[in-house]
């Protein structure tokens, strides 16, 4: 099993600009959770997916959008990139629906927008 | 809002010796409350779950507490060893907050 895998590992942006970050899980878990991490200030979590087709906001979803159209993936949106959104994203999953257990995540993508 | 204070960004201590870290929570009282590892470039690793109506929790030389009353949890690593060192972040459930982490450095 991979666990999850998230794509790209790097990525640099201009101010402005547009991206999707890809996150799969292999271990059929129903849900599944967008996070950035930024120094000093933990992990905060953006959007999360308690199962294949729906989606919530978390602490902080704004210039963020996700879908969620199959059990695996879980993909989030830049709509137009801003300095402040330099971070790393972090994807997690969770084989428990409406509750958490156990967070798989991810190895991480390091964004940089210029 | 939830809020979540670690005791401290670092914590340097020699091999052998026990490491605590705390994990304290305002407003909302948990169900359970999990510690994570952290190694620099890579995602947070799940290390133990305690829920509320536990008092501790062991796993091999990781201990935890859970304190409902004091809103505190404390990790202990007994018997510390340089692999040990790392980030370690504490998490609750409600909102799935993270603290910031507590960086380990254990000196040989």
């Known amino acids: 099993n991979a666990g999850v895998t998230q794509t790209p590992k790097f990525q640099v942006l201009k101010t402005g600009q547009s991206m999707t970050l890809q996150c799969a899980q292999d271990m059929n878990h129903n849900s599944m959770y967008w996070y950035r991490q930024d120094p000093g200030m933990g992990l905060r979590l953006i959007y999360y997916s308690a199962s294949e087709g729906t989606t919530d906001k978390g602490e902080v979803p704004d210039g963020y959008n996700v879908s969620r159209l199959k059990k695996q993936n879980f993909l989030l949106g830049l709509e137009s990139a801003a300095p402040s959104q330099t971070s790393v994203y972090f994807c997690?999953?969770?084989?428990?629906?409406?509750?958490?257990?156990?967070?798989?995540f991810g190895p991480g993508t390091r964004l940089t927008v210029l | 809002s939830q809020k979540i204070e670690q005791n401290s960004e670092a914590l340097n201590i020699q091999e052998g010796k026990t490491a605590t870290l705390t994990c304290n929570y305002t407003?909302?009282?948990?169900?359970?409350l999990q510690w994570y590892r952290q190694d620099p470039g890579r995602g947070p690793v799940f290390l133990l779950l305690i829920r509320e109506n536990e008092k501790e929790k062991r796993k091999e030389r990781l201990k935890v507490t859970f304190d409902t009353t004091l809103k505190q949890s404390l990790f202990h690593i007994t018997a510390s060893q340089p692999a040990d060192s790392a980030t370690y972040l504490c998490a609750l459930y409600y909102k799935l907050s993270f603290g910031a982490g507590t960086t380990v450095t254990v000196r040989a």
């Open positions: 997690a999953s969770s084989p428990i629906s409406g509750g958490v257990l156990e967070q798989f």
């Open positions: 407003n909302y009282s948990p169900a359970y």
